[in-house]
């Protein structure tokens, strides 16, 4: 073990760490940073640090992920947040909290150890990336700490309830009296396999999933936890403000039902894409949306063909808005006849 990290599970070039988060009602609780370092290309001080969070019932398994940005010359981390992944503990309750707000606590230990590591993050360009869950707690992460991100990198995001803000408002009462009386309670929601079924290489997937972290069938949805994400939805929906540029990444179209349809090979079947697209316009006012025809819920786990087209995206904005830093003079158009001038 070298500065805390170890070697983790996914191989050469990464490494982990466990970051103390301190106690709750289930005993000690922490997060879990994961490094990937290319060592033929290791990143100076003073580059572009990504950190990744990971969706609902996941962990971070995306080698492809952590040598892209690394390619790039950036330092690449991710987090298994608490009870998730590589944090879980024998006795937890998993992926729950009662406030999307506590992960603030393993967002800032993770850039803590980063900046230990020698990446100043606090003053260096910081690319925060999230999927799904994770993406809405990036976003509420990101509207907390004004200037702190760089960029922001949303990967199918759960900015607004299935459907319509409208089933959002309507149901919040009855989860929040349940939530307020029994927030462990699990909900009775259809269990379904779908989206595992697309992803592992234990059905028709082509992804190496471990079980114990990514399950066929998803943790319980408790009361607690989904108020939870409920109020972080209704705090996007008022508007985040975000001051860093912000780009979504999602499926053309959702295929959600709760028998198996073979189109679901090819859409989003967890999310609503068409309401997360216009709920994206509510995180600041520059976000740019990008969608792919065929691509699977994590679009970084479509097949081979789409997820390059992703890659490519993903790389055509990164060039703009988290390396470009010479500043280029904007031409204003003055009324007719005078010439255009720069702005200041």
């Given at each position: 073990m070298v500065d805390g990290y170890a070697p983790d599970l996914l191989g050469p070039g990464f490494t982990s760490r466990d970051l103390p988060l301190g106690e709750d009602t289930e005993g000690p609780v922490g997060a879990t940073l994961v490094r990937y370092r290319d060592p033929d290309a290791p990143p100076g001080p003073r580059a572009p640090v990504v950190l990744y969070v990971h969706g609902w019932t996941d962990y971070f398994h995306q080698r492809d992920l952590a040598r892209f940005w690394s390619d790039r010359g950036c330092a690449f981390?991710?987090?298994?947040?608490?009870?998730?992944g590589r944090s879980l503990r024998d006795g937890q309750t998993p992926g729950y909290v009662d406030d999307l707000g506590a992960y603030d606590d393993d967002i800032d230990a993770a850039l803590a150890a980063i900046a230990a590591d020698g990446h100043p993050t606090p003053r260096g360009p910081l690319v925060l990336m999230g999927h799904s869950t994770g993406g809405l707690v990036a976003s509420l992460w990101a509207a907390r700490r004004p200037g702190r991100v760089r960029a922001l990198v949303l990967n199918s995001p759960w900015l607004e309830a299935h459907g319509s803000a409208l089933l959002r408002t309507t149901t919040t009462p009855v989860l929040e009296h349940l939530a307020r009386r029994r927030p462990r309670t699990a909900l009775r929601l259809p269990t379904v396999d779908h989206y595992w079924r697309t992803l592992s290489d234990q059905a028709e997937g082509e992804w190496e999933l471990d079980p114990r972290w990514r399950p066929r069938f998803s943790f319980p949805v408790r009361a607690g936890w989904l108020r939870a994400v409920v109020a972080g939805q209704e705090r996007v929906a008022r508007g985040?403000?975000?001051?860093?540029?912000?780009?979504?990444?999602?499926?053309?179209?959702?295929?959600?039902?709760p028998r198996w349809n073979e189109r679901m090979r090819t859409a989003d079947c967890v999310l609503d894409v068409t309401t997360m697209a216009h709920r994206a316009l509510d995180l600041g006012p520059r976000v740019t949306v990008n969608r792919f025809d065929g691509a699977l819920h994590d679009v970084l786990l479509s097949p081979a063909g789409i997820r390059a087209d992703v890659y490519r995206a993903m790389d055509q904005w990164a060039q703009a808005y988290v390396f470009g830093s010479t500043p280029v003079a904007v031409p204003v158009l003055d009324p007719p006849g005078m010439g255009p001038v720069s702005a200041p």
């Open positions: 981390h991710a987090l298994d947040l608490r009870k998730y985040l403000d975000l001051d860093c540029p912000v780009l979504v990444l999602a499926s053309a179209r959702s295929v959600i039902s």
